[in-house]
Nanobody, 130 residues
């Protein structure tokens, strides 16, 4: 499994960015893809995740209402559209994957959480200036 995140950059407060995660080595419909972030000195936190089979999407924390996750199964790619960015969104953003069947994905999403991810890509830096 290989995950390649891209699209990060420097943006001003209130701006937008779209991150992309290209997944390879998987049957996309069998996997969920998630976005996580880690700011300096803080723990990694979930941002959003999506099922590759039916497109069910989940959002955590401050991502709700500002970020939108989508997938293009033909391209094995998941996007994270981030709007109304704030300095607090500054972090390294990682995409991750989990094979849904037999994992804790179902228990997590039943509680509205993104969990069970065990394949990780490299991060992409997002910096929001004030």
């Amino acid at each position: 499994v290989q995950l390649q995140a891209s699209g990060g950059g420097l943006v001003q407060t209130g701006g937008s960015l779209r991150l992309s995660c290209l997944a390879s080595g998987i049957t996309f419909d069998d996997y969920a893809i998630g976005w996580f972030r880690q700011a300096p000195g803080k723990e990694r936190e979930a941002v959003s995740c999506i099922s590759g089979s039916d497109g069910s999407a989940y959002y955590e924390g401050s991502a709700k209402g500002r970020f939108s996750i989508s997938s293009d199964n033909a391209k094995n790619t998941v996007y994270l559209q981030m709007n109304s960015l704030e300095p607090e969104d500054t972090a390294v953003y990682y995409c991750a994957a989990v094979q849904m069947y037999g994992s804790s994905w179902w228990r997590s999403t039943a509680r509205g959480l993104c969990g069970g991810f065990d394949y990780w890509g490299q991060g992409t830096q997002v910096t929001v200036s004030s």
